[in-house]
């Protein structure tokens, strides 16, 4: 569907952070942090509850937004294989994973150049290694990569030299600024994709910022969520300078900003880590395909276009960007590679909270963590999910369990119905099978050498 009536291309802002659960804004709900500047985008914006990511970590969620494809077809499964010291204790052979985004793949910045946009990525990119799948290989005028997991004494690519005090929300958010000058100075719409490593681990916080959480949690405040927050009020204030410098260049009137996240927060020791708060009020964290794992913010912000404080219920997925960005630039799908997402322009635009014509929405994620072997079981194993209405199916497949829940009836997915429920079982049973092979999901196979 052409998008008809935009007078100007509008500049696009996608901001994305990482390991941001859906409950760490106050927007969405949290207690604790500090997000004026996100939050009045949610304010003046739509809002979206029931938003999430194409995997629950980093590379493959990145990977589906930046080619608008699922894992399945970008081949991008997971981050690493940390598992195959111990892949005697996996019943199935693991799928082969990879690291590396085709070259080939047609990029949403690539999709957007055709439109006439100049294009930014900063931050983190996650889908190459080296110089030969750098994001600048993608489709982006200007491209830095940050590397070094850190957040002080972190490193580029390019290298740039960068004082050890600079701290890296602060570094990307000084280059978009200049990027954003630099297009206003030629007159030209932009694309900027900016990737924060904030709220990754390791945590690691200003001074000023801890000082000023600590004063407000208290002495006994858990170090973990001060650190946490303090990153997030970081996050939170990257948001507001670019807010300030669209609005005093007179350029926020034609800009489409969206802010989310790559995957649900990180919470290693479930509902006791404190890290848990931020994924409230779902079950899961990150590496789970449990809504506290996928279920993530986005907010959508275009003033005089999106009608202010809007909230939408409508099930979206990362694959969705791709085709929101490109009609909102007055183009059309890509009819050379598939998109396996919605454009998401009857949710936004023209009165907002229509429905999208999809059946579902999907997960592939043959991962494992943290073999317990005194128990003689993986903490996390291979899990694929399927999303119909308002039911979710979880299947487990070297266990061979699967679960059902009614999401609007028990969000926190503590009632499974794959057993009360067997119909409606069966049929998300087979609707997922028809998904991974219409997709080219790598099939499950016995591993021979398999030891309990």
């Known amino acids: 569907m052409q998008a008809a009536g935009v007078q100007a291309k509008p500049n696009i802002v996608f901001v994305l952070a990482d390991d941001l659960g859906y409950g760490g804004l106050g927007c969405y709900g949290s207690t604790f942090a500090e997000t004026p500047n996100i939050d009045r985008l949610a304010r003046e914006g739509m809002r979206f509850t029931q938003g999430y990511a194409c995997a629950p970590n980093c590379a493959p969620s990145r990977a589906a937004i930046v080619s608008g494809q699922y894992p399945t077809r970008t081949g991008i499964l997971r981050v690493q294989d940390r598992f195959k010291s111990q892949k005697n204790h996996i019943k199935v052979v693991y799928p082969?994973?990879?690291h590396d985004l085709d070259l080939s793949t047609i990029t949403i910045a690539e999709a957007l150049k055709k439109e006439g946009y100049r294009t930014a990525f900063l931050g983190k990119w996650h889908m190459g290694h080296g110089e030969e799948f750098h994001a600048s290989r993608q489709g982006f005028d200007l491209a830095i990569e940050s590397a070094g997991k850190k957040h002080f004494g972190f490193k580029t690519i390019p290298k740039t030299d960068i004082p050890k005090d600079v701290y890296l929300a602060d570094y990307l958010t000084d280059r978009s600024l200049e990027f954003i000058d630099a297009c206003r100075k030629d007159d030209e719409p932009f694309f900027l994709y900016l990737a924060h490593y904030a709220i990754?681990?390791?945590l690691e916080a200003k001074k000023e910022y801890l000082d000023r959480f600590r004063e407000?949690?208290?002495a006994d405040a858990n170090p973990v969520v001060l650190k946490a927050a303090a990153m997030t009020a970081s996050l939170d204030d990257s948001v507001g300078r670019l807010i300030a410098k669209l609005e005093s260049t007179g350029q926020?009137?034609?800009t489409l900003f969206v802010f989310s996240s790559d995957n649900g927060g990180y919470a290693s020791?479930?509902?006791k880590d404190p890290l848990s708060a931020f994924n409230v009020p779902f079950r899961g964290m990150k590496k789970d395909l449990y809504e506290g794992g996928i279920r993530v913010p986005y907010i959508f912000?275009?003033?005089g276009k999106i009608k202010p404080g809007t909230v939408c219920e409508e099930p979206i997925i990362g694959v969705d960007l791709y085709p929101t960005f490109v009609e909102f630039a007055g183009g059309k799908p890509e009819t050379s590679q598939i998109l396996d997402g919605e454009s998401l322009w009857p949710c936004l635009l023209p009165n907002g909270n229509e429905t999208l014509e999809r059946d579902?929405?999907?997960?592939?994620?043959?991962?494992?963590?943290m073999f317990?072997?005194?128990?003689g079981e993986w903490f996390q194993g291979w899990r694929n999910a399927i999303r119909q209405g308002d039911y979710k199916l979880i299947e487990h497949v070297d266990g061979g369990k699967v679960e059902l829940y009614n999401l609007s009836a028990d969000p926190g997915e503590e009632n499974d119905l794959s057993q009360s429920n067997p119909e409606k079982t069966a049929v998300l049973q087979r609707k997922l099978a028809d998904w991974k092979k219409h997709t080219g999901a790598p099939a499950a196979v016995p591993n021979p050498n398999y030891t309990p």
């Open 252 to 254: 926020l009137e034609n």
């Open 216 to 218: 407000k949690l208290g």
């Open 96 to 98: 082969k994973n990879k």
């Open 372 to 375: 317990n072997e005194d128990k």
């Open 200 to 202: 990754h681990i390791p």
């Open 269 to 271: 020791g479930g509902k």
């Open 360 to 369: 579902a929405i999907y997960w592939f994620f043959p991962n494992w963590t």
């Open 301 to 303: 912000h275009w003033p």
